[in-house]
């Protein structure tokens, strides 16, 4: 994939952070083991093209001053009302460099449990892992389409097809499960009319 070309930025006023924005960039910084931290802008619809390909934990080239350098996406902020990104830290790697980072938990199917009364419990979304940057996966999923009532995922069964990552988690940690529909008390369902009817 091409670079991602970056500019550096000087002014850090509140309206010119506005102005870039405005003209489609995103401030960011970039950092690493033996780059000093800069500050920069990058064009926000490249940088989502290169997301969409790499992923969120990938690697990709940055292009600042004409010195191309693979980094990840670190951290970023987002508008708490219109999702936009608002800023982007990005981390200097080589592919061998390890990463502590989050990666989200994604539950996929339906469960042969949902289908018969149960309901999916999800306790962990995010597990925090550590890996070479060229093996963080984006993201875990799991398919809990053959989970019947009262089965469970714990962080020892995802491990098995992760073997180049370390969980920061113990293996009993319960991720997701399929349980059984609590059935309403006559007591709670009186409740529950009486709150309708305030």
């Known amino acids: 994939m091409n670079a991602l070309v970056a500019q550096e930025r000087n002014n850090f ?3 010119a952070l506005k102005k ?3 003209d489609g960039e995103v401030p ?4 690493g083991s033996d780059v000093k931290t800069k500050s920069i802008s990058i064009n926000k619809s490249e940088l989502l093209k290169a997301l969409k390909v790499v992923g969120r934990n990938g690697i990709f080239p ?6 191309v350098k693979n980094v990840i996406l670190r951290d970023y902020q987002n508008d708490s009302v219109t999702r936009e990104i608002l800023h982007v830290d990005f981390l200097q790697v080589e592919k061998d460099t390890e990463i502590d980072t989050k990666v989200s938990v994604i539950l996929t199917g339906t469960s042969i449990g949902e289908k018969s009364g149960g309901t999916v419990k999800q306790f962990i979304h995010e597990l925090d892992v550590t890996a070479k940057a060229k093996d963080l996966p984006d993201e875990i999923q799991i398919d809990i ?3 019947d009532i009262g089965r469970a995922v714990k962080v020892g ?3 098995k097809d992760y073997s180049n990552c370390t ?3 113990e293996d009993q940690e319960t991720v997701a499960m399929v349980d059984y529909v609590k059935a309403q008390t006559s007591e709670e369902e009186e409740a529950e009319g009486e709150a309708v009817g305030v």
Do not use: E, M, Q, W
């Open 28 to 31: 960011a910084v970039v950092y």
């Open 20 to 22: 870039l924005r405005n």
């Open 167 to 169: 969980f920061k988690h």
């Open 157 to 159: 069964d995802i491990k």
């Open 62 to 67: 940055l292009n600042l001053n004409g010195k």
């Open 145 to 147: 389409t053959d989970f």
């Open 13 to 15: 006023k509140r309206s």
